[in-house]
């Protein structure tokens, strides 16, 4: 920190002239605060009391020249002055520089923060005969390396790719995409100590980032990688950027290396202590073998660029470090059950999101944006950074008519999202009246919030804002933000599914596999799930279908599968699950059951199904079966009342039709009755005994009405 904030006597007169000229006239004051400062910036200076001020009259005119243009570009930024702050900063400075006298620094930059740091608890401790508090010490070195690091931006005259410290927020240099979402984190170089290394992987990642090869977010791991790479080569006593002079002692050293990083261990997050996982691995390899790949392949621009010949030296072996099976092979986590929110849970959690926007005197955690970001990721399935980055006015309409009041559900706009993930894959997704509501109250709290801490005529560019240094409305909600809301929520709320784990919803991902799941649960063809999710192939589409695939075959085999005779089905129902599968043919699937038959027989029974023994059942078509039921008795009682008003007499019991409507019946009773008690026995899941009765044996053996299969209605 204290070598980025101030490389060392960075001063230059006649860059801070260049500087000044771009300070307004009316913002050269000897004391600035909300009452001196024009009124343009006067919501940017914050104050705990009127009387805070920002004595710039009492430093140096250079050093005063440097902290009112630091304020200017804080405001630039879209960032606010804290007043208490920069105005204990400034006592402090003028403090210091008056006990040094006349040989004391005139610029900030003349001493590094540390030293400043020094300088201000030695003049406080001669005023005072104490130190400085901690948190007043704190709050002045984060103001004083605030200020640095614009300057050393402003005196640093070299390219932007050969500074130590790359922040897209203070560099608009940097080439980014126009929607980034991890646009407004540095990254810092300087961690690599070999500075020769150092300077190519800056170039490296400055080629890469102009040509579009890799994101910014690809580009600080390729950083922390090379950091890890760095720190072992320094272990080693150092090594030239070729590494080793013949091919051999390349490939020595890096398998070397691939030891290092299997053995090596996580220094923090949850998994702390434990080694790393495969995926970190990968990258960590894979990180360091294609920077040297690309090196090798542009060594001639490389050893042009940099001014360093080292780089010629590279040769076939530093293309390839490892060979085939040597990097390890991450572990596809497809935990279904992890990822998809059970129903109750999620249900729980729905009913519990308007906590997020309640105010904290009433439990909540008055956070509006989070709570209608929440509303859109459940309802929606987006992906979190595609909802923080939406524009302010994400709709379009659509080329239809719009619905009428009477279609609440029908679809009224079109959403347009950021595509940050995949290029050329959809960005749009139709939306209906709920969603278009949620968006329009965000507009008009978006517009609000402008209004009152935004600067003059300024207008949000994104839905969802963030709320600090964000003046100009150009900054998206931060996600770190949402989690930290959403950990403490879970934590609260304490929901569990049910098996007693906890639902760690603070996971947003998990949202969007419960919408790409329910949506397959609903029969939408895979290639529409395909562009709703905003993929560009169906390879991954076909994960969630695979979730579905489980899902539906461990529901499968909860229940008890009974033949026509009521008895358990002799085959496992595993196998039936395959088999039914397997064969794909839909007419294997019945309206109350299952059937059997070999896939290349075919029936000759009609709707006889239930004096078959290839007929099995379940407890999800109980429904269904008690409705055929009721269907039969009634059928029955018509054709009997029919029979005798045309012959005088009721038909007997061995009339042809009679008695084949009472087996069915009789049938349907014993399966319902069967069923009825899997149901009580809370439908676990078992292997038949085996059926080797017919259904007439059945019937003769019931007490009462038993059955299945439609009546045929003759």
Not at 96 to 124: E, I, Y
Not at 166 to 174: A, F, H, L, S, T
Request: aromatic content about 6%.
């Amino acid at each position: 920190m204290d070598n980025l904030a101030a490389a060392g006597c960075g001063y230059a007169p006649v860059i801070l002239d260049q500087l000044w000229a771009t300070v307004p006239d009316d913002l050269r004051l000897g004391r600035l605060s909300a009452a001196t400062v024009p009124e343009r910036y006067r919501n940017a200076f914050t104050a705990a009391a009127p009387s805070n001020a920002i004595l710039v009259e009492r430093l140096p005119e250079p050093m005063g020249r440097e902290l009112t243009w630091c304020c200017l570009r804080v405001i630039e930024l879209g960032g606010k002055i804290a007043l208490p702050g920069v105005a204990m900063l400034t006592r402090r400075l003028a403090e210091a520089v008056a006990d040094l006298g006349a040989r004391g620094p005139v610029s900030l930059m003349d001493l590094p923060a540390r030293d400043w740091c020094q300088q201000f608890s030695l003049a406080v401790h001669r005023r005072k005969g104490r130190l400085p508090t901690a948190r007043s010490t704190q709050t002045v070195r984060e103001t004083l390396v605030r200020f640095l690091r614009l300057l050393a931006l402003a005196y640093d005259t070299r390219p932007w790719w050969q500074r130590e410290s790359w922040n897209p927020v203070e560099d608009p240099r940097i080439p980014l995409r126009a929607h980034e979402p991890q646009g407004r984190e540095a990254i810092y170089f300087q961690r690599v100590s070999a500075s020769r290394l150092r300077l190519g992987l800056q170039w490296y990642c400055k080629i890469s980032l102009e040509t579009g090869a890799l994101r910014w977010s690809t580009v600080g791991q390729r950083v922390f990688a090379m950091t890890m790479f760095d720190a072992f080569l320094a272990s080693r006593g150092g090594r030239p950027t070729h590494l080793a002079d013949t091919p051999e002692g390349v490939r020595a050293l890096m398998l070397d290396y691939l030891g290092h990083v299997r053995a090596s261990r996580a220094s923090r997050g949850p998994t702390e202590g434990q080694p790393l996982s495969a995926n970190h691995m990968k990258i960590l390899l894979i990180s360091v073998e294609q920077f040297y790949a690309f090196m090798h392949d542009h060594k001639h621009e490389a050893a042009a660029a940099l001014g360093d010949p080292g780089w010629l030296r590279l040769g076939p072996q530093h293309a390839a470090f490892y060979r085939r099976g040597e990097i390890p092979r991450p572990v596809a986590h497809r935990d279904t059950e992890q990822n998809v929110i059970p129903e109750a849970a999620f249900t729980q959690i729905m009913a519990s999101i308007g906590m997020l926007g309640d105010p904290v005197a009433d439990g909540g955690f008055g956070d509006e944006q989070a709570m209608r970001i929440m509303m859109l990721q459940t309802r929606l399935g987006r992906r979190i950074s595609e909802l923080l980055l939406l524009d302010h006015d994400p709709l379009c309409a659509l080329a239809m008519q719009a619905p009428s009041d009477e279609e609440p559900d029908a679809f009224a706009a079109r959403l347009r999202y950021q595509q940050t993930k995949i290029d050329g894959a959809p960005d749009t997704v139709l939306v209906d009246r709920e969603i278009v509501t949620i968006i329009r109250a965000q507009q008009e709290w978006a517009s609000g919030w402008i209004a009152r801490h935004g600067a003059p005529g300024a207008t949000p560019r994104y839905l969802f804002l963030g709320e600090k240094m964000n003046r100009h409305g150009n900054r998206p909600y931060v996600s770190s933000t949402l989690h930290r809301m959403l950990t403490e929520m879970a934590r609260r709320l304490d929901i569990r599914d049910d098996v007693g784990r906890l639902v760690d919803f603070q996971r947003t991902h998990r949202f969007r596999h419960t919408k790409a799941t329910s949506l397959l649960n609903a029969g939408v063809p895979i290639h529409v799930v395909q562009r709703y999710l905003g993929h560009l192939s169906p390879t991954m589409t076909m994960h969630y279908a695979k979730t579905l695939t489980e899902t539906h075959e461990a529901e499968f085999l909860r229940y008890r599968k009974r033949t026509a005779d009521a008895r358990e089905l002799a085959m496992p129902a595993a196998d039936l699950y395959d088999l039914l599968h397997l064969d794909s043919r839909t007419d294997r699937i019945l309206p109350n059951g299952y059937c059997l038959l070999p896939p290349r027989q075919s029936c000759d029974r009609g709707n006889a199904c239930l004096t078959c023994d290839k007929f099995t059942t379940d407890a999800t078509f109980l429904p269904e079966l008690r409705a055929q039921h009721r269907r039969t008795l009634t059928l029955i009682d018509t054709r009997q009342a029919a029979f005798t008003a045309r012959t005088g007499t009721p038909m007997g019991t061995d009339n042809v039709w009679l008695a084949g409507r009472h087996r069915e019946a009789a049938a349907l009773e014993a399966v319902i009755a069967a069923l009825d008690a899997d149901t009580a026995a809370q439908g676990q899941p078992v292997r038949g005994a085996g059926v080797v009765a017919r259904t007439d044996a059945t019937a003769r053996r019931a007490t009462g009405d038993l059955g299945r299969g439609q009546p045929d209605g003759r």
